[in-house]
C-alpha cells in the first residue's frame, strides 16, 4: 500500500511540473535540474524545518514505541496553544516575494 501511495505522489508531482511550466521545454528543464543541480536550501527556512522534523520524529516516536498505551489527549487549552502556535509559524514564516499562484491569475 504504501509504496502504490509513493508511486502516485510521485506521478501527481511529475504531472503538476508539466502543468505549471509553460512549455514542456521549462518542464524537462525542472524536472531535469532535481537530479543534476546541487540543492540550495535558504537559510530563512532553517527554523520552520527544524520545528516540523521536530514534530514529525515526535511523531514516529509515539508511532513506535507508545503505540500499545492509551490515546493521549491534550486538555483544550494546551490543544488551543498548539494550534495558535502553528498558525503563528504560518503568518510569520510565509515567504512573501514569490510569485502569485496561477489560479489566482485569471
Not at 11 to 19: G, N, V
Not at 38 to 49: A, E, G, K, R
Not at 80 to 103: G, N, R, S
Request: charge should be neutral; glycine fraction near 4%.
Amino acid at each position: 500500500v504504501l509504496l502504490g501511495v509513493m508511486t502516485v505522489c510521485c506521478l501527481t508531482l511529475i504531472a503538476m511540473t508539466f502543468f505549471r511550466a509553460p512549455d514542456v521545454r521549462t518542464a524537462w528543464m525542472v524536472l531535469s535540474g532535481i537530479f543534476t543541480k546541487p540543492w540550495v536550501f535558504p537559510t530563512d527556512f532553517y527554523l520552520p524545518t527544524a520545528l516540523v522534523l521536530i514534530l514529525w520524529g515526535i511523531h514516529i516516536y509515539r508511532g513506535i514505541f507508545m503505540s500499545d498505551r492509551k490515546k493521549v489527549e491534550m486538555p483544550p487549552p494546551s490543544r488551543a496553544l498548539f494550534w495558535l502556535f502553528l498558525l503563528c509559524l504560518l503568518i510569520f514564516f510565509t515567504v512573501e516575494d514569490t510569485e502569485q499562484f496561477i489560479y489566482f491569475q485569471f
